[in-house]
């Protein structure tokens, strides 16, 4: 038998309508950074379903319009599109003025934007870490603190969420600009949780493991079709299948919710079992295989050769 | 200015109503040890107001029974109460055989059910020592494997939620036993989790943070009322009051539903921002209390005592 | 090119002399739980030719005594044998008399006494599960809480080393009896560490990756050759090679000598880089063998399909 | 009695002589960053007395210079100071040539220089966060690569050792940048050992607690004597002392040693219990200061409101 399982449709169901009650984010403004693809688009859909105001902020503002349209479309409700590039602190503060004036100052902020891809990190030009550290890591703490100063000012407290990933604490081989910076992200939250919650603040994280979007894909595992990226990819998920964007949003959603207020400085993997099944390899991997009898014989080996005195243990 | 937030009934409002949409727990068998009391009551009813059937066991009968009823009362929903001393394994065989035939063979376990009290390690005796291990840490095994072993023989999946506590990976003085063996159980999860998930198990983990019932508070904080406890206790919580058990009610339920059926191997902190504020000590907790102007003394005196090399660093 | 190092003879040799300048345990008092094999054993040996006087516990008194004979002539130094099941706290009670009386009381207390078996987790028996707990758990405490007492009573200090494995934190399949009490001990020594520091003790803990024993080996890959096993085992290790046990004696000597007394509440993983390395399988293994000219074709696909927008963010 | 040691001097001796046998580090080239002041100049002492051809590098050339030739004549060993900002790649990489030149290619790097500062998180600039980013954690990479690069190509080992801090993982209000990039760079070694151990590499990691420098303590502790600084700060140790230059010297050699060749992926706390007292608070502090007679009236407490049911817990 695999490591995996091999019937995640039977086991471990897909659910990609709303978990929390209709307007349980009634009230709510959410800044979603990275919000017109990908996880952040999926993020700003349900918030927007579930009442939010919800305002999208990235690079590219065509993508970012065009997704806020279908979005208000497909569910009814708030979604507006605003040019930010995360890098740069004062596009962030003339996007944030835009938001407040718009939609009114965010209580919720989803650090979502990212910049990622695969390489040796012998062969990464400075230039090629920086890029990955100064939008994951700068970019995550300029929106965090543009947008804090803010509520710290009007005494107006906010749920700040950020994406990270499930190699941010481990680490992983190469991804390493993303890894050290994600991995900064995480223990930034935390700070931030030890110093801020006494005005109102709450700082979580959601380490994702694989889920299908096109612009995580292209870059991580290029040159491979769909398929056999899933089909190489879900071996090493527990659960057997890949996440799906509507499963992250439900957690987002409850994570800034008022229904986890108490909620705070916590990292929350979210990945089918990825990092547990890591440990696979412990003693050969081959013991996943092994069938009644192949245990019935193991089991024999180590009485015979340990003798009583394991007797006694076992 | 505190450490703590001084105002949590403005930033983190306590909402007890049910946050995942009706029927969410529909069709779901759940097992709550020690659901006559305390957190795993709320959870026994949060889970049968949701639509699942939910059997409550630990070893007061009398509790349970008039819990269960209580529970059905409350809810419209179905529980009913088993006698099992999770610290011995025919009993619980036992049980589980009567609440396979009562209500269906569980595919939700909660490990709610514990012991503790608060003691200098010195002071023990080997057998309050083991009391809490054979509790906490066997019993946990001893129902996991049980009903494990049904589900896999049956092939029917199980998701497996087991409720720590903050000091679990940290550690904590005066709470050994307590502290050692809950540190086994999130290890034991992790686990199980790459071994058994192949079979439609998942396995998850809530930490949490102080949440007044009478049975933690009695054992924990002793001779304390419980106006004391909790302004003695929130202090050392950034959210500035204690958890309800309603809201963990809330994140059991989205953990034990289909809703997180790609969340495995998680454990979760759920504690206010207990946790993150430990950290406060580092440079002396008076960093709280300082206003702009003690702020901007600091500024000064490190530009002076650094001089120009600090210049070009800031 | 593989995922592990090919070349551990030239990049990562063996040192199997002491580290630490010669007397370095001198008016040391060790006492070594399992010191009459395997890795205890070596402990034992690089801890009497550092200077200490050496007690070596277990069941087994023959084995004991004859590693205790060899150990006194290897070394020139003091070794002596007692016996003690873990298990039992009058009989540690009565060890610990013993040597106190013949070699003082110990201010080193190494916890390496352990049990651990392979095993599909549904067909363990509950004994089988309690047998591994007792011992490496409960035989932990009750060592360290017996001569602790001892130590606080006589207002002497005293360092604690226990020897887990990798796999304490992360968890492990096949082995969850092991993994879970492991875990425990972590956390013991970390609470401890808080709440006996000030009475003079240390507390802290190395976690070994493989290092070939006879006792660990033959339970742990049982039915294969050592070559088997180690052909297979250092696959899963950065460093190419397994453990020798003088390296971890090497590291628990520094650990137990004054030079680290400032060493306190902290778990060293050691092991190769082999929990480095499962991190692997995030983006398929395969990445591991690729050439420049197959990284660069990568790199052409990510710049092809991402286009000028990832341009601009590398 | 206070949570900390109140008796560091009788139990926590600290011992300033080199830790491991003479010449222990001979064929060894070290570059050192921050070599010139604190930790970084201890650390370029104990391995040139150890026998390693030692470069230091920072941004003040003649405060190295002089470090550097107080180092030789202390010594008798080989120290040579290279001026190198870590910001800048170009200027990293003519310093390595520089050093290749002179002592050889490096096959040990001590990534030590960092930037820190106190400050409230809504108070920095964008710039003054991406000062501390831009030294600590773009520049640790930098000099890893640039170094690790030529090892790759000449197929030669190297061992990286970088030095972090205690709040490296669980976060820090008021030192945001530094936490963040510190975490960071934790991560990257760990990645790294997954990546590149296969070309002889190894990585670890040394996160100290607090260890008076004047650079340090100037930044972190602003407007205090070092006395009232001492004071505050022992009090979060548990060993109820701050760390010495010398000991985490010691470490570090034995961490850059052959001896430790299998050591790799690993994070070292060394922070005299610091870490682990910050639990104390959980259930009060006023546990630390109980009598017998206290905890003889407290366990009667828990017997009377838990009753019998308790009793046959316990
Ligand atoms: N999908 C997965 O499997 C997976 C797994 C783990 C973690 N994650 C994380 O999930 C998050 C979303 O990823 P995704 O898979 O949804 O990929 P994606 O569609 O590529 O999303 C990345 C988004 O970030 C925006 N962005 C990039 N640079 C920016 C900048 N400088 N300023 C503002 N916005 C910027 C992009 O928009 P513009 O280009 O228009 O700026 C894009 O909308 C990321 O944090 C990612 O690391 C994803
Ligand atoms: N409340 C908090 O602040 C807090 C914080 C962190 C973690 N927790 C955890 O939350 C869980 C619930 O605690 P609680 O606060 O709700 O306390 P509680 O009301 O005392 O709950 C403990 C339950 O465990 C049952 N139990 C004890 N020994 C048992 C045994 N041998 N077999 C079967 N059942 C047994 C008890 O019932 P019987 O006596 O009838 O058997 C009782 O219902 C525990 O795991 C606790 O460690 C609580
Ligand atoms: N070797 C590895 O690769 C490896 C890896 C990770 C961790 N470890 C850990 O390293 C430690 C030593 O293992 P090892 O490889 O050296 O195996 P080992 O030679 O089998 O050592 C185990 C020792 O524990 C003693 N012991 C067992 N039960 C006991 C009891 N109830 N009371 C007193 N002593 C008892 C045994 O002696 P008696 O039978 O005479 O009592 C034996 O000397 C263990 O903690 C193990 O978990 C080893
Ligand atoms: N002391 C503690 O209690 C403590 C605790 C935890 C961690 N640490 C860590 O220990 C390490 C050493 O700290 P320390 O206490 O010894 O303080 P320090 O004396 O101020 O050392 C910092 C060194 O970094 C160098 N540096 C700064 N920016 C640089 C740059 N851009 N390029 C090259 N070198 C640069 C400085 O030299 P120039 O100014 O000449 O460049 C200086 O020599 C740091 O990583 C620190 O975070 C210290």
Known sequence: MTAHCPNPDKFFPVVKTPALQNGALKGKIALVTGGGTGLGR?????????????????RRLDVLQKAAEEIRKETNGVCEAFQMDIRKPEMISQAVDQIESKLGLPNIVVNNAAGNFIAATERLSPNAFSAIVDIVLKGTFFVTQEVGRRCIEQNKGCTVLSITATYSRAGAPFVVPSATAKAGVEVMMKSLSAEWTRYGFRFN?????PIYTPGAFNRLMPGMTLDQAMELGKQGVAAGRFGEREELANLAAYMCSDYSSWMNGTTIDFDGG??????????????????????????NIIKTSTGKANKSRL
């Open 274 to 299: 990825q990092t547990s099944l890591r440990q696979k390899s412990d003693f050969g991997s081959f013991l996943y295989e092994m069938d009644k009898q192949a245990w019935e014989n193991i089991e």
């Open 42 to 58: 999926s993020i700003a859909t349900t918030f927007a379903r579930l009442g939010a105001s919800v305002a999208i902020a990235a």
């Open 205 to 209: 994280v959601i380490a994702p493991g």
